[in-house]
């Protein structure tokens, strides 16, 4: 069965930069989407990247010129590459796999979920 392991949360000032992964085992054959999401306190959480196996991808409006999705070469660890953080960043971001699908940032899509990784921005 899929496996999803985030790291690389931390805390930052506003204005600095971090990198997630998400290691991925078991992926099936089939093709499929990954993504991050992210949820904040008292809100409802919200996709924020997404990545086809043929490298197509789709983000987030508010985190577009921002952050970046990418995939390396074998397909098994999926990025998210943060910059100019703001505090309203914040948030445990968590990795996800689904079904290719043309709403790709809809967490209805989504069915094996990693435990999230915490991103603190002050």
């Known amino acids: 069965h899929v496996q999803l392991v985030e790291s690389g949360g931390g805390s930052v000032q506003a204005g600095g930069s971090l990198r997630l992964s998400c290691v991925a085992s078991?992926?099936?054959?089939?093709?499929?989407?990954m993504a991050w999401f992210r949820q904040a306190p008292g809100k409802e959480r919200e996709g924020v990247a997404a990545?086809?196996?043929?490298?197509?991808?789709a983000h987030l409006d508010s985190v577009r010129g921002r952050f970046t999705i990418s995939q390396d070469s074998a397909k098994t660890t999926v990025y998210l590459q943060m910059n100019s953080l703001r505090p309203d960043d914040t948030a445990m971001y968590y990795c996800a796999l689904g079904r290719w699908n043309l709403r790709p940032l809809d967490d209805r899509e989504y069915n094996v979920w990693g435990q999230g990784t915490q991103v603190t921005v002050s």
């Open positions: 078991g992926l099936p054959d089939s093709n499929y989407l």
């Open positions: 990545v086809s196996r043929g490298g197509v991808t």
